[in-house]
């Protein structure tokens, strides 16, 4: 089933003339994993407020099915300061029973291996532990799809490494969809079924990896490495 489509999409941010997302096409099955690489400024944020809907495309029409429930995951983990984790994860579901809320909330907090960390303060979490806070938030609310921007970017190599391993076990045991953007080559070939390389707004080079071992994954991460290598220097002189 699709549950997203962004058909021909194209967008300037009010004010500007310049085109961050060009005449993109890109649709969303149900549990699969698209990961979307490139280099900072390409427009891989842009893209995902779109999908999100948090922003209306200029020219072109996005497609979703209204009974697909999104939820976001931002690069920082965005936590209030001044609540528990437990409060922080609740948030999202506060218009369920306070009943509904501490099952929920005990449900997730197990899933990314926080249960004890329930009644700590976000200030006194480390990074990696607070990205998982901000992973069960996005759980939650039983999400049919995650957008999620750069969700592992700021972990250091084994915190990171833990919870890509997270995500994998949460997406077999749900039939959870994702759309990930990452700076990260192996990141995005360890996670996806299809990798997109964005270049200044649009989207190209979609490499397909279900079903492949993962050396062949890593075969493609190498060949991804280079494609983006070669468009960045392509583009250089655009840049002086
Ligand atoms: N609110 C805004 N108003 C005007 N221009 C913006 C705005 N947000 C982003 N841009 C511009 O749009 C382009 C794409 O930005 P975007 O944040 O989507 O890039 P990105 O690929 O996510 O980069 P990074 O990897 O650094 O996060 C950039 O040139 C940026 O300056
Ligand atoms: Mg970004």
Not at 19 to 38: K, M, P, S, W, Y
Not at 66 to 75: D, E
Not at 183 to 195: G, I, M, P, Q, T
């Amino acid at each position: 089933m699709e549950l997203l489509r962004a058909q021909k999409v194209s967008f300037t941010y009010p004010g500007t003339k310049r085109f961050v997302v060009r005449d993109l096409n890109l649709h969303i099955e149900q549990g699969e994993t698209v990961a979307v690489i490139g280099k900072s400024g390409c427009g891989k944020t842009t893209l995902l407020r779109l999908l999100a809907g948090f922003m209306a495309p200029t020219t072109g029409e996005m497609h979703k099915d209204p009974g697909v429930r999104l939820s976001f995951v931002f690069q920082d983990a965005r936590l209030l300061p001044w609540m528990r984790v437990g409060e922080n994860i609740a948030v999202a579901i506060r218009h369920d029973s306070k009943a509904e809320q501490t099952r929920k909330v005990g449900d997730v907090l197990a899933r990314v291996e926080l249960s004890d960390a329930i009644n700590d303060y976000p200030e006194t979490l480390s990074g990696g532990m607070a990205q998982r806070v901000a992973l069960a938030r996005a759980l939650v609310v039983t999400p049919d799809l995650m957008l999620m921007d750069e969700p592992f970017a700021s972990l250091d190599a084994i915190t990171k490494s833990a919870l890509q391993d997270d995500f994998l076990k949460i997406k077999k045991t749900s039939n959870l969809s994702a759309v990930l953007v990452t700076h990260d080559v192996f990141e995005a070939v360890k996670l996806a079924d299809r990798v997109f390389v964005m270049s200044e707004g649009a989207l190209d080079s979609e490499v397909n990896l279900r079903d492949l071992t993962d050396i062949e994954r890593f075969e493609r991460a190498k060949a991804l490495l280079v494609r983006l290598k070669n468009k960045t220097r392509d583009h250089e002189p655009d840049r002086q």
